[in-house]
């Protein structure tokens, strides 16, 4: 008894040894990614300069041969190489980082990520510094092109206009031809005005388009928009618009504390409609029902649709405090088929909700 408990002891400890050393063995025969460098800064670089070259270089400091499977840039801005073959212990290899700073100026901070067969696994290279900008051409400066003229753009945006206030806004152009040009507007609505500066522009020449908006005298709120006809030497091409937008808003700005905590309350039932599935070339008609929680009366200022494809039947515009009231269309599915997704905007005066936005959605079906 005693020779056989000696004997297990004895096989016991030699199991314990064999796995220690084949423990020992997987752990240090392994590979080993030793960068000299993890970090580089290209310094400052100009954005036309050609693409600026880094190599990274490593040495394998483990006991079995390293293998670099992929590196994996941040940006499209970095094409990445490396030594392809596997590297022996104690071998040296490299990761090449190729910057491309054309349309990328500025400071930048990119990554490079290198996954290999080494442990830790992937190891993240950092690569920064700054690009100054190239000097731009006529052609991207002033993008849109219009007889002897060029714009900055054919889009002349006013953003956000209270309905209590006049914007101004301005356009740089440019003469490219060899002789003066006049410039002037046809077809402006009252609420806009337009005028070149200067009006007759030379040779060469720059100048810019003034713009002033006039928010008290568009009835619409929301997302408006003109198409302003341009006169080039008092004549009109009628293929060339200018095209001026705006986003109208109520000016709640001049309220007390005391005339918003009287103000009007919308509150909705459900802001999303949920029509089903739909026949093709068929109509629905949807409600979005509403309260006035508030203390004063709520004006519906504005109803739009995103689409000719819904028709906005509009009720009372004037809802007394805690009335209820509803805003109803009539949705036109179609002759195509598939997911419906459409808008309602609504503008009030609640200073809390002047802009609402209803969903119609649905699945326009095609009938068996």
Known sequence: MFNLLKLKVMINKLLLTLLSVFVTFNVVAQPKLQLQETRHDYGTVKEDGGRKTFDFIFTNAGDSALVITRAVPSCGC???????EPVRPGGTGYIRAILDPMNMPGPFRKTLTIHSNSRPSPVVLILEGNITPRELTVEELYRWPLGGLRFESQHLAFTTIKKTEKKIKVMPIIN???????VGFEGLPRHLSLKANPEILKPGQKGIIEGTYDGTLNPG????????????????????????????????????????????????????FDIGKMPINTTKEVEFKYANTGKSDLIIRFIRSTC?????????TVIPPGEISSIKAVFSSGANP???????????????????????????????
């Open 78 to 84: 970095t094409t990445p190489e490396w030594t392809k």
């Open 221 to 272: 709120w929301g997302a408006v928009n003109d198409l302003v006809r341009i006169k080039l030497d008092g004549v009109v091409d009628n293929t060339a618009f200018l095209y001026v937008t705006a986003s109208l808003v109520e000016d709640f700005s001049a309220l007390s504390k005391e005339q918003l905590a009287n103000a009007p309350a919308l509150k909705l039932e459900n802001d999303v």
């Open 308 to 316: 000719g494809c819904t028709a906005i039947q509009q009720g009372k």
């Open 338 to 368: 598939g997911l419906q997704h459409k808008n309602i905007y609504v503008y009030t005066n609640d200073p809390n909700k002047s802009e609402l936005i209803l969903t119609v959605k649905g699945e326009v079906v095609k009938q068996d």
């Open 176 to 182: 490219t031809s060899d002789k003066p040009i006049t």
